[in-house]
């Protein structure tokens, strides 16, 4: 259904300096408003406000409180870009796998977290525990 001139619609206010571009707010976003995007050296987070209805879930879920959702009376026209940052790349496949900046938090919040294992993407991580694991 169109909305009327006098609909609400939202935006995203983001604080670039707190968003690790971790995949929280994207992924649990059910009407796909918020999107990631990765290329080999940077990870892109995307809004798009005509898809938006407000409920606020990105804000309550977002570990780092980086943001807040706005009502505004303007629909965008298309996805605007609300963050970027470096890709970590696995040290052993050489894969783009997550946010750097989410893994180097992560580990700043939690230093049982040993450093060797940090650039592993899921799959190669697993691989390595398995190879040392002994068999019987
Ligand atoms: S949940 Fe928060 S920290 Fe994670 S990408 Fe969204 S705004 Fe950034
Ligand atoms: S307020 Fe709701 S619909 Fe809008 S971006 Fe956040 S999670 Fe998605």
């Known amino acids: 259904m169109a ?4 609909a ?4 995203l206010e983001i ?3 707190l968003c690790t571009l971790c995949p929280i ?13 990765m290329d080999n050296s940077i ?5 798009e406000n005509k898809l938006c209805d407000g409920c606020k879930v990105c804000e309550r879920l977002c570990p780092e409180s980086a ?7 303007q629909m965008g026209v298309k996805s605007i870009l609300l963050n970027s940052g470096d890709v970590a790349v696995c040290e052993e496949c050489n894969q783009p796998f997550a946010s750097l900046k989410h893994l180097e938090r992560a580990y700043d ?8 294992r940090r650039r592993l993407c899921p799959i190669c991580r697993i691989n390595r525990l398995l190879s040392s694991v002994e068999m019987p």
């Open 67 to 73: 943001l807040k959702v706005v009502s505004t009376h």
């Open 43 to 47: 990870i892109y987070l995307y809004f």
């Open 3 to 6: 909305r009327d001139k006098k």
């Open 15 to 17: 604080d670039t300096l």
């Open 109 to 116: 919040k939690s230093k049982t977290l040993l450093s060797a």
């Open 25 to 37: 707010c994207a992924s649990r976003c059910e009407k796909g408003a918020i999107s990631q995007k």
């Open 8 to 11: 609400v619609y939202y935006r």
